[in-house]
């Protein structure tokens, strides 16, 4: 697939039918997310180098029975089923889906969890393309069914807007620059298939791959944008795959 013309995961606005819990200060729907328990990080987070410069994890970032907790809750958000037929460009993603913009959880998953402590770490600053000042409120979730997978393509850098946190503190235009994959489940509960596959040719090929297999509570960074590898969601073949998905960002 030529960069060119390649097929982009394109962010979608919110959705307006996300109900649960609301809170009053904004029209879309949150849900109340369910408290980081026991307190992160539970290990100390290491991030662990994949591919030099563009995919890294971080091992047991949420611990088994947080991943737990997330997937009962999650399981009773309004999940979209995606249509199996894209649009112009898009890839091909079948999966049931969930997203909501909340900038709230976006700052607790980076402050409340370790991982803001963890890439300002001086040896790795430098891998996150700029000035790194949170996660994308786009909060996307995601659950492969047997049958499911997400297409090869490429993730988009975009441009966002973090809004302040506190009265009188400025809002920060950003950019994203890496995507931001949170398993929460694996073959542990049963998930067979679903390996995140990056291809470094920008083609498929079996000899070039690299498969992550999913980890209950790995958290999975890549770099986006320009330097994007060719990657996709591989077909979960029995069980349920569940992933939070968002982005690192970067000061624009
Ligand atoms: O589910 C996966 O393993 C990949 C998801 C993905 O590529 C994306 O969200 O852009
Ligand atoms: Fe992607």
């Not at 001086?122 to 996150?128: A, C, E, N, R, T």
């Not at 786009?138 to 090869?152: E, T």
Request: some cysteine; charged content about 25%; proline content about 7%.
């Amino acid at each position: 697939m030529a960069k060119d013309k390649r097929s982009k995961a394109h962010a979608q606005p919110p959705s307006s039918t996300a109900t649960t819990t609301t809170t009053t200060s904004t029209r879309t729907a949150k849900p109340n997310w369910p408290p980081f328990k026991p307190p992160l990080p539970v290990v100390d987070l290491t991030l662990e180098s994949l591919v030099e410069g563009k995919v890294v994890v971080l091992r047991s970032f949420f611990p088994r029975s947080l991943c737990r907790d997330y997937v009962s809750f999650l399981r009773e958000l309004p999940l979209v089923t995606t249509p199996g037929k894209p649009k112009r460009g898009e890839a091909v993603r079948v999966n049931d889906r969930f997203q909501v913009d909340d900038a709230q959880f976006a700052d607790r998953l980076w402050t409340e969890t370790g991982l803001k402590d963890a890439l300002a770490s001086p040896d790795i600053s430098h891998l996150w393309g700029g000035e790194v000042v949170g996660l994308n409120p786009n909060i996307r979730i995601y659950r492969y069914s047997a049958g499911q997978f997400f297409d090869a393509h490429y993730d988009d850098s975009n441009n966002v807007t973090l809004p302040s946190k506190e009265p009188g503190q400025q809002a920060v235009p950003a950019k994203t620059t890496w995507t931001l994959l949170l398993y929460l489940t694996s073959s542990a509960e049963g998930c067979i298939g679903g390996e995140t596959v990056f291809y470094p040719h920008d083609r498929r090929s079996a000899k070039d791959e690299i498969a992550v297999s999913l980890e209950t509570g790995m958290l999975l960074l890549h770099k986006h944008g320009n330097d994007c590898m060719l990657h996709e969601g591989r077909e979960v073949t029995a069980g349920e795959k569940w992933v939070i998905r968002t982005d690192l960002c970067v000061k624009r």
